[in-house]
Each structure stands twice: as structure tokens, then as C-alpha cells.
């Protein structure tokens, strides 16, 4: 096993983070040219996981010894299957619900990544990080305004924007924690 120094190490890491980086703005872009297809497919993946956890509950439910057990566990599986079912059945009333889960997660995101900025304000390339909060939260905020009008495109533009700007943030801080290590080494 070959030992690797503090900068190789920093190095490899943040190769691959700018290469996720990127990959979010690419996926991100994707998501902002065709928003329909993207909320679609975001409820769409949402309801077979919903499925797929209904059927690991069924699973599980049938390898219970006890009674109770059995039948508390089948009702969950039943339960989250029928759910999953109905989001596939009806991918608009999804589309709506999964809107406002949407506006929560962006609203919660862009308080903490303002916490975050405000706690790591001292380094380098960390304003992004407030960017990315700053315009997280307005977005989130932006969905509730234009509920539910806005379900058909909000969440795919919004889900590309954040994608977009998660990207550029981690491709920034990367930059600036090798730029770092090659003025420390």
C-alpha cells in the first residue's frame, strides 16, 4: 500500500469533488431545459422507491414471528405500496405535493448554508457558499408565491438551479483548497 502526502491526498479529493461538481451543472442544465420531463421523473423516482420500501416491509412482514408484528408490518408494506401506486397513477397530484416538499427542503437548505458561510466566513472561496444559501432560500420562497401554477415547471427548474449552483460552489471550493495546499506545500 503506497502512503500518499497531505497534498496528493487534496489533490485526489478534489479532482473528484470538481468532477461531481460539474456533473451537477451538467444534470442541473438538463433539469432547467426540460422541467416537465425532470418533475415528472422526480415523482416517478420517488414513487418506485416508495414501492420498493412497501415491498421490503411486506418482506420483512412475512419473516415476523409474532402476530402483531405480522400484522403491523403488513399494513405499513400495504400501505406504502398503495401510496407509491398512486403517485405513479396520478403523477401530477405528485408533481403538486412533491412542489411544497420541495419549498421546504430549499427554504431549510438555504438557512443552514448561511449558517454554514457564516461559520467558515474566514476561507477562501466560502462567499459562494452564502451565494448558494442566499439564492437556495429565494427559490424555495419563489415556490410558495406561485403555488400551485407554478408545479408544472418549479420543481425541474428549481431542482436544476440548486443543482447548478451546488456544482459551481464545489467546484470553487475545490479550486480554492488546492490553490491552498500548493501555497502551504
Request: glycine share 8%; hydrophobic share 60%; aromatic share 8%.
Amino acid at each position: 500500500m503506497t502512503d500518499h502526502s497531505p497534498a496528493e491526498t487534496v489533490q485526489h479529493a478534489s479532482t473528484w469533488s470538481i468532477v461531481w461538481g460539474v456533473c451537477l451543472v451538467v444534470f442541473g442544465m438538463l433539469a432547467v431545459g426540460s422541467p416537465f420531463l425532470a418533475a415528472v421523473a422526480v415523482n416517478l423516482m420517488i414513487a418506485w422507491l416508495i414501492i420498493l420500501a412497501g415491498v421490503v416491509h411486506l418482506i420483512v412482514a412475512l419473516h415476523a414471528h409474532r402476530a402483531g408484528r405480522l400484522l403491523s408490518k403488513l399494513l405499513i408494506g400495504v400501505a406504502y405500496v398503495f401510496c407509491g401506486a398512486y403517485l405513479l397513477l396520478h403523477p401530477m397530484l405528485g408533481v403538486a405535493s412533491l412542489t411544497l416538499v420541495l419549498a421546504s427542503l430549499f427554504l431549510i437548505e438555504g438557512v443552514l448554508n448561511v449558517i454554514l458561510f457564516l461559520q467558515m466566513r474566514s476561507f477562501r472561496g466560502s462567499g459562494w457558499v452564502l451565494v448558494d444559501g442566499v439564492i437556495t432560500f429565494l427559490l424555495g420562497l419563489m415556490i410558495y408565491l406561485e403555488w400551485p401554477s407554478s408545479s408544472i415547471w418549479a420543481i425541474g427548474v428549481l431542482v436544476g438551479v440548486s443543482m447548478i449552483l451546488s456544482g459551481v460552489t464545489r467546484v470553487m471550493l475545490s479550486l480554492a483548497a488546492r490553490k491552498a495546499v500548493t501555497v502551504l506545500a
